[in-house]
């Protein structure tokens, strides 16, 4: 079954300090990939997405991303953390060309301290 | 151009009573979704619709319907609340299927009591 794992539940990061959220998916074949940021009492927001080629992508506000397909993986990066980086983070999967189908992960609540 | 709108933002229902909550979109987009969002638990998709006049269910659908009778709106309604549907409500839309970004609105803060 497809699935996505985001492992942490929550992170602490001091501002200005490095930052790398993980997800890994369960998957068949190759994924669409996602991550999504939620402010508080906001709707999601699109940071990133890989569909193919080049497995590092560049995303918004600093963001970045590696696809690793031998470790399932799809971990979010961020080189210096800003305060208003505190948010929620989404990963999400999607489940193959043609379907409707996101599946998300349980989403990484991140706290940054100053 | 405001996206996807969602009304209300926040609603307190009574266990028995019904609602319906709307959802609009001005990107012109053909795929529109309602999700719900609970501690712990992510975001799961409750209906989905591919195009005007069009709904299916999606992981979670019982205790809700869905029409979209308008290519811009999509909305979800709650026959007879009950407590386990106190949730976040979220509604998105894509141009397309799942290799397309899917936009979101800001969300509709249920509580049945």
């Known amino acids: 079954a497809q699935s996505v794992t985001q492992p942490d539940i929550h992170i602490t990061v001091s501002e200005g300090a490095s930052l790398e959220l993980r997800c890994n998916y369960s998957?068949?074949?190759?994924?669409?990939l996602f991550w999504y940021v939620q402010s508080p009492g906001q709707g999601l927001q699109l940071l990133l997405k890989y569909f193919s080629g080049d497995t590092l992508v560049q995303g918004i506000k600093g963001f970045e991303a590696e696809f690793k397909r031998s470790q399932s993986s799809f971990n979010l990066r961020k080189p210096s953390v800003h305060w208003s980086d505190a948010a929620e983070y989404f990963c999400?999967?999607?489940?193959?060309?043609?379907?409707?189908?996101?599946?998300f992960g349980t989403g990484t609540r991140l706290k940054v301290l100053a | 151009n405001a996206g996807v709108t969602q009304t209300p933002k926040f609603r307190v229902l009574k266990t028995g009573q019904s609602m319906t909550l709307l959802c609009a979109q001005d990107m012109n987009h053909e795929y529109m979704y309602w999700y719900r969002q609970d501690p712990g638990m992510g975001l799961r998709l409750i209906h989905y619709?591919?195009?005007?006049?069009?709904?299916a269910k999606g992981e979670v659908p019982d205790g809700y319907n869905v029409s979209r009778l308008k290519k811009q709106n999509f909305l979800l309604g709650l026959e007879s609340a009950a407590p386990s549907q106190t949730s976040v409500y979220f509604c998105?839309?894509?141009?397309?299927?799942?290799?397309?970004?899917?936009?979101f609105g800001p969300g509709t803060r249920l509580l049945v009591l």
């Open positions: 998105a839309s894509s141009y397309s299927a799942s290799e397309e970004t899917q936009y």
């Open positions: 999400a999967v999607g489940a193959g060309s043609g379907t409707y189908k996101y599946i």
């Open positions: 619709s591919v195009g005007e006049g069009t709904t």
């Open positions: 998957y068949g074949a190759t994924p669409y």
